[in-house]
């Protein structure tokens, strides 16, 4: 957050949009690279903890060393939840479930691979792709959903994504190949859905209130992750490594099933008043300074907000 703080401070709207798009790379290729990294060397010795920890000592250098002014201190957001989900109720379910669903994932994923036989090198690669295949179907999916409901197009991902997990579930796959294959689809039908929750958040909150909807929006994905591990730990214990996308997959049918009964308790925004889409950092990567980085947030300063209120 300080990080962030620092680059808004001193980012003008003449090249915003650069500089986020440019820290969101390296945070997206750092990532990954962290994954494939875990192939390198045993990860039960101590190694790759002290690698980890030599690179943020060299990260933090520079900055240490660095004359330039502080940041000032970070912007107090002042967070609504009931306010956030009168504003969006399909958003604020659909964003909490998926944090129970990439913290199942995220943390217990190497686990199932490692009960069903893959090497090391193969689980990294294994994460690294669900990674980068997840952003690379945002932008697709987020332009299908500016021409209709998005909460069809979160229903049709959510259904989807929990199919590919039955999937796995059903094959059972033991050969490398075919369980990067079919993890590969897994996240790139998953990881786009909490780009389509913020979006539709921020259908119906005013322009300025994007800091506010986006901080919300990452605590209830925080409290999702603190779920979904639990959750999930205790199904593969009783039932197997299998259980994990049977946690995740009853998570999918869950926002599928309440996006789509939304549907018929209010009309969608008309699509010449709607917000276009556009791409969202991964949430594990993101704080409430990321959103007020983002270039969709330069219409006032962040300790200029007010807390958003709910559109009827």
Not at 91 to 118: D, E, H, M, S
């Amino acid at each position: 957050m300080v990080i962030e703080s620092w680059l808004n401070e001193r980012a003008t709207n003449e090249n915003r949009g650069t500089l986020f798009a440019t820290y969101m790379t390296v945070v997206y290729v750092s990532i990954t690279g962290g994954q494939l990294v875990v192939g390198v060397a045993d990860p039960r010795t101590s190694l790759l903890f002290m690698f980890g920890a030599i690179l943020f000592c060299l990260a933090v250098l520079p900055t240490a060393l660095s004359t330039a002014a502080s940041p000032r201190p970070l912007a107090q957001i002042k967070i609504d939840l009931r306010k956030l989900f009168g504003n969006s109720p399909v958003a604020f379910v659909t964003v909490a479930l998926v944090g129970v669903i990439n913290g199942a994932f995220g943390t217990l994923a190497a686990v199932w691979g490692t009960r069903i036989g893959l090497s090391t090198g193969t689980i990294a690669l294994m994460m690294g792709i669900t990674v980068m295949s997840g952003a690379i179907t945002q932008m697709p999916v987020g332009r299908v959903s500016d021409k209709t409901d998005r909460r069809y197009i979160i229903a049709g991902a959510a259904v989807l994504a929990g199919l590919s997990g039955l999937a796995i579930v059903i094959m059972n796959p033991t050969s490398p190949t075919v369980a990067l294959t079919l993890t590969g689809f897994y996240g790139a039908l998953t990881y786009p859905i909490y780009g389509l929750a913020v979006a539709q958040a921020n259908d119906y909150a005013d322009p300025t209130e994007f800091v506010a909807v986006s901080g919300g929006l990452l605590l209830l994905y925080g409290f999702g992750t603190v779920v979904g591990p639990l959750a999930g730990s205790v199904a593969m214990t009783v039932v197997g490594p299998e259980a994990l996308f049977m946690v995740t997959g009853l998570a999918h049918a869950l926002i599928a099933g309440y996006a789509l009964y939304r549907t018929s308790r209010r009309a969608p925004i008309p699509e010449s008043v709607r917000e276009a889409y556009q791409t969202v950092p991964s949430p594990r990567a993101s704080t409430p300074q990321t959103a007020a980085l983002d270039p969709r947030a330069e219409d006032a300063p962040p300790s200029d907000r007010e807390p958003f209120s709910a559109v009827k």
